[in-house]
């Protein structure tokens, strides 16, 4: 009886990678660019001293040098903004943000009513929602300083309130709230308190984890643009 060869039952033998599906050039080169951008914009500024060019600094501090004068702010800086892929160093850096703030806006509609418009705010959204809104909370940390995001930022509010009252807007106030958190122990301070209680057989549990000096009683408020929808022009407060 003859046997069968499994290689012809198969089908015809393909050489090694053969079977694998090329990618263009094209495709390539738009995510190679999309790495160099993305890595670019991501690289912190050098230090003061040495982008004044009162210090030469260290070989990783030139290449930081060089990078915020001749590639980030170029058309990189252009290609991240306009497709959302901006990153910011706060979480990161040295010093995070410390300060607590978040937008809202009175929205004056045809009819004289006023509308008040509340921006996502993470600590009030679910579990999923968080993943979906995460973005508008990373979008005010440059909404709130770049004023060329004023007017875009005004018109799409208009745009939701007239969407959701069916009444067109004639005026809108972008409003920011914020406070600055207070600062917690550094950690200097703290492992000398620790090791002085460990001297002393005095380890508790306010030594272990200091209680945190109370927030604010309020937010300040600050109307800091306004728009109007029917001409297209604003200016800030």
Aim: glycine share 6%; aromatic share 14%; with cysteine.
């Amino acid at each position: 009886m003859q046997k069968s060869n499994p290689k012809l039952a198969s089908g015809p033998h393909k050489a090694k990678g053969e079977d694998r599906e090329k990618v263009s050039w094209f495709v390539k080169v738009v995510v190679g660019l999309h790495v160099v951008a993305i890595t670019s914009w991501v690289m912190p500024d050098p230090s003061t001293a040495v982008s004044s060019g009162t210090k030469l600094g260290t070989v990783s501090d030139r290449i930081l040098n060089f990078n915020a004068k001749y590639v980030k702010h170029s058309p990189v800086q252009t290609y991240v903004l306009c497709t959302g892929f901006w990153q910011s160093w706060d979480m990161f850096a040295p010093n995070p943000s410390s300060v607590d703030i978040y937008p809202d806006a009175e929205v004056t509609l045809k009819s004289g009513r006023v509308v008040h418009y509340a921006y996502p705010r993470m600590y009030a959204l679910s579990l999923v929602e968080k993943y979906q809104k995460e973005r508008y909370r990373k979008f005010f940390e440059h909404a709130n300083t770049d004023t060329y995001l004023y007017p875009p930022f005004a018109k799409r509010v208009a745009y939701l309130v007239q969407k959701e009252s069916g009444e067109p807007a004639v005026k809108v106030v972008l409003r920011r709230h914020w406070y600055q958190i207070p600062s917690v122990t550094d950690f200097g301070d703290y492992s000398g308190n620790l090791w002085e209680a460990i001297l002393k057989g005095k380890v508790t549990e306010s030594v272990l984890m200091p209680p945190n000096p109370p927030l604010p009683p309020t937010y300040n408020e600050f109307d800091y643009y306004t728009y109007n929808p029917l001409t297209g022009k604003g200016k800030s407060l």
